[in-house]
C-alpha cells in the first residue's frame, strides 16, 4: 500500500545554515506529493507541492523536486532561519510521515 | 474568511464516555477528514467524505463514527470503544475538482484528554 517515510528528527541547526529533509514514498501511480509545516498548538498548513514527476515545489526559500526514480520528494533550504522552528510533514494525499521537528537556533 | 474550524480546542471527559468533535468549513470544499495525531507517529486517518451522506473508513476507524449530513459539516464521535482515545485531532478539507488531488487544508486541531 502507499507509504511516506521521512527523516528522523529532531534536527537542530544555527542560523542560516543549510537545511534538508529526505522524504520517500511507496505508490500505486504517480501521486501528488505536498509538503506541510505545524507550529505549536496549530493545524498543519501547506508549504509547498508537485503534482508530477520532476516537477519542483517552491515556497518562502523551500523546494523539493519529485523525482519519479528514487521516489523521494526531499525539501531543502539555503538558508534557515529562526522562524523556520517548525515540524515538517511529507505527505501523499491521505498519508503522511511521522514528522521532522526542526529547531534552528540563534 | 474561509478556513476550517474546529471546537473546543481542549476537551476533557471520563473514560466510557461517547465525545463528538466539531468541524466545519466555508470553503465549499467536497471532501473532508479527520486525522489523529500522537507523538512520534504523525498523521493517521480515521474517516473521509467525499460526498454528503458517504464517507470511508480510514486506516484506524475502530472505536470511532461519523456523520456526513452538510457539505459544511463533518463531526467526529469518539465512541468508549476507543482504547485509547487520548490525542489531538485535526480535521481537513480539499477541493475534489481536480485530478490529481489537491492540498488538504487543516484546522486548528482538539485536543481530547479522556480521563
Not at chain 2, 476550517?4 to 466539531?22: A, C, D, H, M
Request: proline fraction near 5%; charged fraction near 20%; aromatic fraction near 14%.
Amino acid at each position: 500500500g502507499d507509504s511516506v517515510t521521512q527523516m528522523e528528527g529532531p534536527v537542530t541547526l544555527s542560523e542560516e545554515a543549510f537545511l534538508t529533509i529526505n522524504c520517500t514514498y511507496t505508490a500505486t501511480g504517480y501521486p501528488s506529493l505536498f509538503w506541510y509545516v505545524q507550529y505549536p498548538g496549530e493545524g498543519l498548513q501547506l508549504l509547498l507541492k508537485a503534482t508530477k514527476a520532476d516537477d519542483k515545489g517552491s515556497n518562502k526559500g523551500f523546494e523539493a523536486t519529485y523525482r519519479k526514480e528514487t521516489t523521494s520528494f526531499h525539501l531543502e533550504k539555503g538558508s534557515v532561519q529562526v522562524s523556520d522552528s517548525a515540524v515538517y510533514f511529507c505527505a501523499n494525499q491521505f498519508y503522511f510521515g511521522t514528522g521532522t521537528s526542526l529547531t534552528v537556533i540563534p | 474568511d474561509g478556513g476550517i474550524t474546529q471546537s473546543p480546542k481542549y476537551l476533557f471527559r471520563k473514560e466510557g464516555q461517547n465525545v463528538t468533535l466539531s468541524c466545519e468549513q466555508n470553503l465549499n470544499h467536497d471532501a473532508m477528514y479527520w486525522y489523529r495525531q500522537d507523538p512520534g507517529q504523525g498523521l493517521r486517518l480515521i474517516y473521509y467524505s467525499q460526498i454528503v451522506n458517504d464517507f470511508q473508513k480510514g486506516d484506524i476507524a475502530e472505536g470511532y463514527s461519523v456523520s456526513r449530513e452538510k457539505k459544511e459539516s463533518f463531526p467526529l464521535t469518539v465512541t468508549s470503544a476507543q482504547k485509547n482515545p487520548t490525542a489531538f485531532y485535526l480535521c481537513a478539507s480539499s477541493s475534489i475538482e481536480r485530478s490529481p488531488p489537491n492540498e488538504q487544508f487543516f484546522g486548528p486541531g482538539t485536543r481530547l484528554t479522556v480521563l
